[in-house]
Nanobody, 123 residues
Framework: QVQLVESGGGLVQAGGSLRLSCAAS????????MGWYRQAPGKQRELVAA???????NYADSVKGRFTISRDNAKNTWYLQMNSLLPEDTAVYYC?????????????????WGQGTQVTVSS
């Protein structure tokens, strides 16, 4: 099994910054891709940013130039640096990972989610 634990959410004023972290633990053979999603009240969950094991990144248009996703492979941890936050960034943020788990002779590939962390941006 693999567990994802998030940290770093909170309340911030518009224009401020927050940094989210997500740490993966468990029987990890390889993390293929990592990402951040968010879900605002009454809206569908949407992709915010993603990064592959090769370092390729993808961002939602609404956060380009303001948010940066990065990773520390040695720690199985990835981050979302959020700058110039706007009230419309208010949501529950979830980390996500595409993980190959298990011993090398018996691996399985699955999608895992963190528990979610609230980000609230006041105007």
């Amino acid at each position: 099994q693999v567990q994802l634990v998030e940290s770093g959410g909170g309340l911030v004023q518009a224009g401020g910054s927050l940094r989210l972290s997500c740490a993966a633990s468990g029987s990890i053979f390889r993390i293929n891709a990592m990402g951040w999603y968010r879900q605002a009240p009454g809206k569908q969950r949407e992709l915010v940013a993603a990064i592959t094991s090769g370092g390729s990144t993808n961002y939602a248009d609404s956060v380009k130039g303001r948010f940066t996703i990065s990773r520390d492979n040695a720690k199985n941890t990835w981050y979302l640096q959020m700058n110039s936050l706007l009230p419309e960034d208010t949501a529950v943020y979830y980390c996500n990972a595409d993980v190959t788990s298990g011993p090398w002779y018996r691996t399985a590939r699955s999608d895992y989610w963190g528990q979610g962390t609230q980000v609230t941006v006041s105007s």
